[in-house]
């Protein structure tokens, strides 16, 4: 539920494709320059030479889309041309489920397999050289304290970016540089933002953070002898269930009409009875229902016509917290998107068949991650109001095909690995 849409497919693919010709072009310059450099050098066996060496094709070190979490595809995989003794692949993924804000987040792999270690060291050191220089850099920076993550490697650096896409959009990007023995390889992990400044965008810097060390041990696992890195739970696509750190929902205003329903997640049992889920991974632990997968929580009853839904909820890293009435199914039904940075709102939509998620009123909240919040939906035949912590926010009338009857739910579109929404002290009423 979002009032900005997806980039266009055959747009990111250009800026993918222009990315990988300059990294391949750079490789290209240091491969160039390191082979008109041993020309010139007398012949030496040196400490780096006399290591045992691997060999192979440097295609089988890279992951398959398979290894990656769910959402990837192959975006490009390519040989790169090499005339200084080894072979160089690169591949690049892309993943446009990538929750926050609908936008997609990018992984490209370089890996080489030299005939020497000096060789692997000096095209790493020269594309690392060249990175602030790349087209799009705005700034770059060392990260060191990421670097600490990595043991058992020959060589690693790490660099963040901010960058101004030819599109004109703006990005931030984590690459790696590592080598070991004589295989070398460079990763680049990215994802556009509106700016440099926003919770967003540190948000997003965070992800990718933890991404950069996922994805950098899909390949070091793959070599002799283990690279050891301090590997996350997988920041994009599928991921196993957390457990929630429970933290106590405020006592906040409470509805005063008679219960016609009530769920405050003290008995898992019992709520596994009076719920269904539509998707998603849902937990009950420490008398909070949490989220950690994409999906929607549909409580067993039909509500009246007119009727109040109350709740508390609270979202960690993540922006959309979700909830929904008059819910038939998942195409048809009224939901609520409370919204953290950088949208700080909360918006109604109406879902029904061959028109999902149509916003019909937005109204600016401020609201904060990891925090508490009532909200409460008081529904009058068309009319709808939307309270948050007893100050009212939403106010409609539908007077164009009412969704006259349902259920209540929750539901998140989130991060999972990484994101988690709780809910707790669920009352449904009669007006």
Same mark, same amino acid.
Request: proline share 3%; aromatic share 12%; net charge negative.
């Given at each position: 539920m979002r009032d900005s849409e997806n980039p !266009?497919? =055959? @747009?990111r693919d250009k800026v993918l494709i222009a990315i990988l010709l300059l990294i391949s072009a750079a490789i290209a310059v240091a491969i160039a320059a390191i082979f008109i450099k041993r020309q010139l050098q007398s012949q030496f066996v040196s400490k780096l030479e006399v290591e045992e060496l691997i060999s192979g094709n440097s295609q089988e070190y890279l992951p398959s889309v398979a290894d990656l979490p769910s959402g990837f595809v192959v975006m490009e995989d390519n040989p790169i041309e090499f005339s200084s003794g080894g072979n160089f692949h690169t591949r690049t993924f892309t993943n446009s489920d990538f929750v926050l804000q609908g @936008? !997609?987040?990018?992984?490209?792999?370089? /890996? &080489?397999? *030299?005939? !020497? =270690? =000096?060789?692997a060291q000096e095209v790493l050191d020269r594309l690392y050289s060249g990175a602030p220089s790349m087209s799009g850099i705005l700034s770059i920076e060392p990260i060191s304290d990421l670097e600490k993550n990595f043991s058992n490697t020959d060589s690693v650096k790490i660099l963040f970016a901010h960058e101004l896409t030819e599109l004109n959009t703006y990005a931030i990007s984590y690459t790696v540089f590592l080598r070991y023995r004589n295989v070398m390889t460079m990763l680049v992990v990215s994802a556009p933002v #509106?700016?440099? #400044?926003?919770?967003?965008?540190?948000? /997003?810097?965070?992800? $990718? &953070?933890?991404? /950069?060390?996922?994805?950098?041990?899909?390949? *070091? @696992?793959?070599? +002799? #002898?283990r690279i050891q890195i301090n590997v996350p739970q997988p920041p994009f696509g599928a991921a196993p269930v957390l457990t929630p750190v429970y933290i106590s929902p405020p006592i906040n205003s409470t509805t005063t009409q008679r219960p016609i329903f009530k769920d405050d997640f003290q008995d898992? &049992? *019992?709520t596994s009875v009076n719920w269904s889920p539509l998707g998603g991974t849902w937990v009950v632990e420490n008398g909070v229902l949490s989220c950690t997968a994409n999906g929607k929580y549909l409580a067993n009853i039909t509500t009246p016509e007119d009727f109040t839904f109350q709740l508390d909820i609270m979202g960690v890293n993540v922006i959309d917290k979700i909830i929904v009435f008059r819910a038939i199914d998942d195409s048809t039904h009224y939901g609520i998107d409370f919204r953290t940075a950088p949208y700080n709102d909360i918006v109604l939509v109406k879902s029904l068949p061959g028109n999902i998620g149509r916003i019909i009123q937005t109204v600016p909240f401020e609201n904060y991650d990891s925090t508490w919040y009532t909200i409460k939906v008081d529904v009058e035949n068309n009319h709808i109001k939307v309270f948050v912590n007893d100050q009212q926010t939403i106010d409609f009338i539908d007077t164009s095909s009412p969704i006259s009857d349902g259920t209540v739910g929750v539901g998140a579109m $989130?991060? +999972?690995?990484?994101?988690?929404?709780?809910y707790d002290n669920i009352v449904i009423s009669h007006r």
């Open positions: !266009e497919f =055959t @747009r @936008r !997609e987040v990018n992984v490209t792999y370089i /890996v &080489g397999i *030299t005939n !020497e =270690t =000096t060789i #509106d700016n440099f #400044d926003s919770n967003y965008t540190q948000q /997003v810097k965070d992800m $990718l &953070g933890k991404a /950069v060390l996922y994805y950098s041990n899909l390949v *070091t @696992r793959k070599l +002799p #002898d898992s &049992g *019992t $989130l991060q +999972p690995g990484f994101s988690v929404v709780y």
